[in-house]
């Protein structure tokens, strides 16, 4: 994940260029934003990617919930989100992200689906949320002066979505060496590098890396290696995630529309909590 | 008479046959689901889950259908105006109120000095009941009037009326992910068809709206687009109808100098009579069901403006994996289309 934005506008604008050592804070951030609005030149400031429905929420805004310092579910016992989803630091969350919709800052859950795809590139927005996979798309389509920024610091430090996708293997499995032996075969690091080259993913092991076009040292998205390995954060690695990421995306939309912010906080939670009980604690110990 | 009723069995056999592979499929599809739902509905049942099933009687009736009216007092501040305090005072971890935890407001109405709230254990599915009920007030009307005038139009000979019927049976047979996708673009908020027609018709005086993205107008938009996708499948239906009546009759009114309109109110009304039932009761269970619209165009979204109770019913179910709260949903959907159901064919039956 990182904050999508052309050379060109950080120069027009007058803004700093934040690195993984000095990432925007979040005034500087709403400052950007600001500056982005004032220029005139740009339909909307920040393209959120709101299309996108689905797990895209959690997995690109809970962590700027996170670097405010809330979270979507009380992470040390994973029985309980009072406190972290609607605590004052959730709350301070709800209502700048509210402010980004209702202020005019970013388009709201209504964004057409071809403009989260070409809006940047088109120039409609000055500043993208977006994933690695955007990229390569991206300067095909001409932006020659792309630059990928770190997430904004809002308190508790810059922290952005991670991710992989896992291979398994069934306990009832009949052959479970035939299987572990697939595995292997499939993720070796030729493959890796060509599912990399082929689909634009950050490819998972750094050996696989330098077998890749745009991953390797010096390669064009290198950065999302060092933005990756310095800011990300697992979503909650509970079983109760299912409904909780439910739960969190329905609440960030119902923000972003208008929704008064505490009481849509506290209905997450109740809703969080009563599945937490109704499943006996998912099993954490 | 043996005979004859020998042959009433062998051919009635032969009927049995012919309906076997629909009474199959009927039954394990629709009959044998239904009452898997309707057990599901008093337990705890969960899609995936290692924990044994358990039967918890009416508690996911409760947590649907509870509700608590309250009685807020104004608090005064310095200026003697009346404040009132947040109803999350009294619902979160509030000892002296712990039958009101997690409860949201509803609605709440001024009741002279005093405020009296609505709580709901489920504000969410209260709203998608009275967002289906208007979607099918709206879209009975709609649609099956909208299908009469059209077959009226149709039911005449004309050459290339085929056309015509062509034209307007389409969207019935397009995919409705198809024709929900596509209204997406004509409903789009800033250079969407819609939006742009009616900028070229007034001149640019038209300022753009974000249908789908607006609470006041998501609903309507959904309703439109409904009525008009299902108006050419009862246009056919209404069209059968029409066909059926004798044209001697129509022979008749015009020898007595019947008008136009005294002809369709005393002619084809009531010759239409079973097909008004048909379609309006076909219509009313449609919009009961209304899924896919809902899914594809707006999630539910904006603030819940146009959740449905089959949305939420899926989304429960499987989006959240809890197959007891979607049952729930859909066992208290079935009792509203059979109520209103019934109450139709009684309202409709044949008077002596």
């Known amino acids: 994940m990182a904050l999508y934005a052309r050379q060109s506008t950080l120069d027009e604008l007058g803004l700093r260029s934040p690195d993984l050592d000095k990432p925007w ?6 400052a950007a934003l600001d500056a982005a609005i004032s220029s005139g030149n740009y339909e909307y400031t920040i393209d959120m990617g709101m299309a996108w429905t689905g797990e895209w929420y959690p997995y690109a805004f809970s962590p700027l919930l996170q670097s405010f310092g809330g979270d979507i579910v009380d992470r040390s016992t994973y029985q309980t989100a009072e406190g972290v989803l609607n605590g004052d630091a959730a709350l301070a969350f709800g209502e700048w992200w509210k402010k ?83 595995i292997e075969f499939a993720l070796q690091d030729k493959y890796l590098a060509a599912f990399s080259d082929g689909i634009g993913l950050i490819p998972s092991t750094p050996s696989a890396a330098a077998m890749t076009k745009n991953y390797a040292k010096g390669g064009k998205l290198a950065v999302f290696f060092d933005l990756s390995e310095s800011q990300a954060l697992l979503r909650p690695v509970s079983l109760g995630y299912v409904v909780q990421a439910k739960v969190f995306e329905k609440t ?13 906080l506290d209905a997450a939670v109740d809703e969080i909590n009563t599945d937490i009980e109704r499943n006996k604690g998912y099993g954490h110990k | ?29 629709i009959i044998l689901p239904f009452f898997f739902a309707f057990a599901f509905s008093f337990t705890n049942q969960r899609l995936i889950s290692p924990n044994p099933t358990e039967y918890v009687g009416l508690a996911n009736y409760r947590r649907l259908l509870g509700f608590r009216v309250i009685t807020i007092a104004p608090e005064r501040d310095a200026d003697g105006a009346p404040k009132y305090p947040r109803v999350r005072k009294f619902t979160r971890n509030n000892p002296d109120f712990p039958h009101l935890s997690g409860m949201r407001e509803w609605f709440s109405i001024p009741w002279g000095e005093e405020k009296i709230a609505i709580l709901s254990r489920d504000v969410l599915f209260l709203k998608c009941l009275i967002n289906t009920a208007i979607l099918v007030l709206a879209i009975v009307p ?58 070229a018709v007034t001149f640019g005086a038209f300022k753009p709206v974000d249908w789908l993205g607006n609470t006041d107008t998501a609903l309507s938009a959904i309703i439109a687009m409904s009525s008009w996708q299902g108006v050419g ?15 001697t009759l129509y022979e008749v009114a015009e020898i007595s100098g019947a008008s136009k309109w005294q002809t369709f109110r005393y002619v084809t ?48 179910g499987y989006g959240k994996q809890d197959i007891s709260g979607g049952s729930t949903i859909s066992v208290l959907l079935f009792l509203v289309v059979l109520a209103i159901s019934i109450m139709q064919r009684y309202l409709t039956r044949q008077r002596h």
């Open chain 2, 1 to 29: 008479m043996t005979q004859h009723g020998s042959k009433l069995t062998q051919s009635n056999a032969t009927g049995w046959a012919m309906a076997l592979p629909a009474i199959v499929l009927v039954a394990t599809f």
């Open chain 1, 252 to 264: 960030l939309a119902d923000i972003a529309n208008g929704a008064d912010v505490a009481d849509t």
């Open chain 1, 25 to 30: 804070s979040g005034e500087e951030f709403m």
């Open chain 2, 142 to 199: 709609l649609q099956g009037g909208g299908a009469l005038l059209l077959a009226l139009l149709i039911n005449r000979k004309l050459r290339g009326i085929n056309l015509f019927r062509t034209i307007y049976f389409m969207p019935v047979v397009i995919s409705i992910v198809v024709v929900s996708l596509l209204w997406r673009f004509i409903y789009d908020g800033d250079d969407g068809l819609l939006n742009n027609l009616l900028a």
């Open chain 2, 269 to 316: 009304w009531p010759g239409l009579r079973n097909t008004a039932i048909v379609v309006l009761i076909v219509i009313t269970m449609q919009a009961f069901a209304l899924f896919v619209q809902i899914d594809v165009m707006t999630n539910g979204e904006p603030l819940d403006s146009t959740q449905t109770l089959v949305f939420q019913a899926v989304e429960r």
């Open chain 1, 100 to 182: 980004l919709f209702t202020d005019g800052y970013a388009p709201g859950t209504s964004q057409d689906p071809a403009d989260r795809d070409t809006g940047f590139i088109g120039g409609k927005y000055a500043f993208a949320w977006n994933g690695n996979w955007a990229a390569v798309l991206t300067m095909d389509e001409g932006v020659d002066d792309l630059v990928f920024l770190p997430a904004p610091d809002f308190g508790k430090g810059p922290t952005i979505g991670a991710a992989s996708w896992q291979f398994g293997i069934s306990a009832g499995s009949e052959h479970p060496e035939g299987a572990a032996a697939f």
């Open chain 2, 233 to 247: 499948f009862h246009m056919v239906i209404w069209l059968s109808g029409l066909q059926t009546i004798s044209p």
